[in-house]
């Protein structure tokens, strides 16, 4: 998994995450990392980050009959959104890692041949490909275990900390 290499389709679950750890500029600014027109136009807003950051985002346009799937799709799968399922056709049709935050959408698309991806693995990954150093990113993750809002598993949240501080020590 590269993150440079795949567009990366995004929800706003992992925009917010990412928005809450200080790094939604870093990850908006990868050249490969698009969201839906739709989500764009009807669900970022101040609430998910910071507008100026947020009007800096690639948009990958649907098409109608993408779109069409989506909607098909969200009445046989109830407990998913059409913009959920958007997400899932766009990355499917594009070959795309799917950037969600959302449970039951990673089941779906991971049972349906999507490659998944979660905020904790964006920021390792970030680390990994020199877009932000591992101090920067275990900052990141003190931030998102502290914000109350955040959905990630402090324990998993706390797992990325040790991860990288050892890496830290470990080329020191």
Known sequence: MNITEKI?????????????????EEFITIKNVYVSDLIKADELNSKTGNL?????????IATEKQV??????????KK????DLLNYVLARDNNCLLATGDNRLKQY???????????????KLM????????EIAII????????PRTRIP???????????????????
Do not use: P, W
């Open 68 to 77: 069409l799937e989506a909607v098909n799709l969200s009445l046989i799968n």
């Open 52 to 60: 100026n950051t947020l009007k800096k985002a690639k948009v990958i």
């Open 127 to 134: 680390t990994t490909h020199g877009i932000i150093s591992k």
């Open 8 to 24: 990366i389709i995004t929800d706003t679950n992992i925009i917010t995450d990412l928005n809450n750890a200080g790094l939604l």
């Open 80 to 83: 998913l959104s059409m913009y």
């Open 154 to 172: 402090i324990d998993s949240i706390e797992q990325v900390i040790t991860f990288l501080t050892k890496e830290l020590t470990s080329v020191s």
């Open 140 to 147: 990141s993750c003190q931030k998102l275990k502290e914000n």
């Open 109 to 123: 698309a991971e049972t349906n041949d999507v490659e998944v991806i979660r905020t904790l693995k964006i920021i």
